[in-house]
């Protein structure tokens, strides 16, 4: 959905490390969402990014009545930012679960109407401190959940539990908010790989998102002060007010081109689309958690359950 990381990374020099929206493509001949070329050496990524932290950062003192977001809990991804969830029935002993986007799997884009369901993986994350400080290496022992049909989603299960990860490392996963997020929300979108904040408010709702072959239902549609970037694919996106996650980061319109790749459109009830220039967009994920049942378990079966089945 985006620049590839090389043009992104040469349009924030050019802007004095800005906030210029800039997507990275993703390792194949399509590029969908905020994920960062795996072609790119990623150690020259991050030292621009080391280089430029205190101008890279949105972190400003919270508003009265809220709570001031910190990079605790986010992880990195070798192409994406993610981040250790649970959910509101999750206890301490459960493997702990690792939150994306479904195209930043290493498989490539899942295909429309395509669903995977616990595959094996030992795909590694970087877990961040609050000052985005990688503190461990966590590993997944299974892909649970991933999809780019009606939403884009990857939940990773891990082989820690909340428990081992928190008396080792000192650090809590965020809770997933199991309501509909509501429009006005002051929202703050973490990214892992950036180790960056990006602060706005939920501007509404999008009825239909479709970018290239994909569309995706309830979308989140951001204020346009959340300028994200290449690489804050699979951020989560942040209640300023409680902290809970409401949704999972993963595009945004870049040319203002009408449903391509790199430019999704709103589509309405009625069909008529709203191209938005530069304006950015989140999944929600408050109906995954009824997906989840006893040990953290998928159960796509399950009362409430409404993610897309294979």
Not at 61 to 83: E, F, Q, R, Y
Not at 108 to 133: C, D, K, M, Y
Request: with cysteine.
């Amino acid at each position: 959905m985006r620049k590839p990381l090389v043009a992104a990374l040469s349009a924030l020099a050019l802007a004095g490390i800005g906030a210029a929206p800039a997507v990275a493509a993703e390792p194949t001949a399509r590029s969908v969402g905020k994920s960062v070329d795996t072609d790119t050496p990623v150690s020259v990524v991050q030292n621009l990014v080391t280089s430029a932290t205190d101008t890279l950062s949105q972190v400003t003192a919270p508003s009265p009545g809220l709570k001031a977001v910190t990079l605790a809990g986010t992880v990195s991804l070798s192409n994406c930012s993610g981040s250790v969830i649970r959910f509101p029935n999750s206890v301490d002993t459960d493997p702990a679960l690792v939150l994306s986007n479904g195209h930043c799997l290493t498989t490539g884009f899942p295909e429309p109407g395509e669903v995977l369901t616990n595959q094996a993986s030992s795909r590694t994350f970087g877990l961040l401190n609050s000052s985005g400080t990688k503190v461990a290496t966590l590993r997944a022992s299974k892909l649970a959940y991933g999809t780019m049909t009606d939403t884009d989603v990857s939940i990773y299960q891990l082989t820690s539990t909340y428990a081992s990860i928190k008396n080792s490392y000192g650090i809590s996963a965020l809770t997933v908010q199991d309501t509909h997020p509501t429009a006005g929300t002051a929202i703050t979108v973490a990214s892992g790989y950036w180790k960056r904040l990006y602060s706005c408010n939920i501007d509404g709702f999008a009825y239909r998102l479709k970018e290239g072959d994909w569309t995706w239902k309830d979308s989140v549609r951001y204020t346009s002060a959340c300028q994200t970037i290449g690489g804050t694919s699979g951020s989560p996106v942040i209640d300023q007010s409680t902290g809970k996650v409401v949704a999972v980061n993963n595009t945004g319109n870049e040319d203002g081109e009408r449903c391509t790749e790199n430019n999704p459109c709103e589509v309405d009830a009625n069909g008529n689309v709203t191209v938005r220039e530069g304006i950015n967009y989140a999944q929600e994920i408050y109906n995954i958690p009824a997906c989840f049942t006893t040990g953290n378990q998928l159960n796509l079966n399950a009362s409430g359950c409404t993610l897309p089945r294979p």
